[in-house]
């Protein structure tokens, strides 16, 4: 099983639906998760950090279940600016912030 | 000021030129991160500073050497690249060395080796 697993899509989605992305993890005991996006050509922008259940945050909403170790991200009423390819990142652990990134989920809102 | 810098925003050089990467933080981060993005590819993990002291180094190849000044600095310095080392080569940055601080990315250097 892969450290960090994700579906590379594409979603292509119309406005205003609501997508939703998984990210499964293979370790354990990992305590925190990241979701960030990425625009083409451009720098990883953190969108979410979830430390417990789950978190929120406008149309965003990120869940954590750890029974299934799996994280998702729920978009409602999706922008054409929400276009992006969402990475799922996973720390390692142990002494050092090596973070692990999924292959990352591309997501196209159509007008 | 939440951001982090990196200069220069595009680099194209030959095979046997020396040229150097920089990134500046001022958040009081204490750890700092070099990773290297292929297209459509996550970024990779390369080195990794903790307290301005290298702390991990993913087997990169010697043409890459990396120096962390201070605590706001990190430099990557490149010498006799090859082509496939053309790539976004971004900075990263986290309070601390923790596996729960989040990393927050420069807007990375575009380098093409000819």
């Known amino acids: 099983r892969k450290e960090v697993e994700q579906d590379p899509g594409p979603f292509n989605v119309p406005e205003g639906a609501t997508v939703a992305f998984n990210c499964t993890y293979s370790n354990s005991a990992s305590q925190s998760f990241f979701w960030y996006r990425q625009d083409c050509r451009k720098e990883p922008k953190l969108l979410m950090s979830v430390y417990s259940s789950g978190n929120e945050d406008g149309r965003f909403t990120a869940q954590l279940n750890r029974a299934s170790q799996y994280i998702s991200l729920l978009i409602r009423d999706s922008k054409l600016s929400d276009s992006a390819t969402y990475l799922c990142v996973v720390p390692r652990g142990g002494a050092t912030n090596k973070l692990i990134f999924g292959t990352g989920t591309l997501l196209a809102v159509q007008p | 000021d939440t951001e982090v810098t990196q200069t220069p925003k595009h680099l194209v050089m030959g095979m046997t030129n020396k040229k150097s990467l920089k990134c500046e933080q001022h958040?009081?981060?204490?750890?700092m991160y070099w990773y290297k993005q292929k297209a459509k590819k996550p970024p990779e993990l390369m080195f990794v500073y903790s307290y301005e002291k290298l702390s991990i180094n993913e087997s990169v190849p010697s043409r890459f050497s990396p120096e962390c000044p201070n605590s706001s600095l990190l430099n990557l310095h490149l010498h006799a690249l090859q082509p496939e080392d053309s790539a976004l080569y971004l900075c990263?940055?986290?309070?601390?060395?923790?596996?729960?601080?989040?990393?927050?990315f420069g807007p990375g250097t575009r380098l093409t080796v000819l």
């Open positions: 990263a940055s986290s309070l601390t060395p923790s596996g729960d601080n989040e990393q927050f």
């Open positions: 958040m009081g981060h204490r750890a």
